[in-house]
């Protein structure tokens, strides 16, 4: 198991670099500027959908205030309103890092243990198309 930059708990296959293999067309950028996409999916504990969701709206608004920021998306399953998907770009990953390290972003996300059931599923990608 490895851990989730923020958390830093337990995540699963926390923060691993997931790498498509090339295709025609398509040249695969895996540089230091390369950017890159995070995604996590949260399942909110039966009572606490409203406040994960809150704290998820706030993380994004929070987010797309940085200039390394290229996009923060929050997305809410239809068929169970409790799993929420976050979707950001960055321009590369140690602007995401570095994100993970602010202590507002640690802050808001010492409260997900309490709000969350199971783990994150949480990747990064690499934009390669």
């Known amino acids: 198991m490895q851990y989730h930059p923020a958390l830093g708990q337990p995540q699963g296959r926390a923060g691993t670099l997931r790498e ?4 025609r067309n398509f040249a695969v950028m895996d540089g230091p500027s390369t ?18 969701r ?3 709206a706030r993380a994004g608004d929070r987010s797309r205030a940085y200039s390394e920021c290229r996009a923060w998306n929050l997305l809410r399953n239809r ?3 409790r799993e929420f998907v976050s979707i950001s770009e960055w321009v590369d990953a140690p602007a995401y890092e570095a994100r993970m390290r602010d202590a ?3 802050e808001m ?9 199971g783990e994150i599923g949480f990747e990064l990608y690499h934009v390669i198309g």
């Open 79 to 81: 068929a169970n309103p």
């Open 35 to 52: 950017p890159v996409r995070v995604i996590a999916r949260l399942v909110a504990q039966p009572d606490k959908v409203e406040q994960l």
């Open 109 to 117: 996300t010492s409260r997900l243990p309490d709000l969350i059931e």
């Open 104 to 106: 507002e972003w640690i």
């Open 20 to 23: 498509a293999p090339a295709r």
């Open 54 to 56: 809150a704290l998820l």
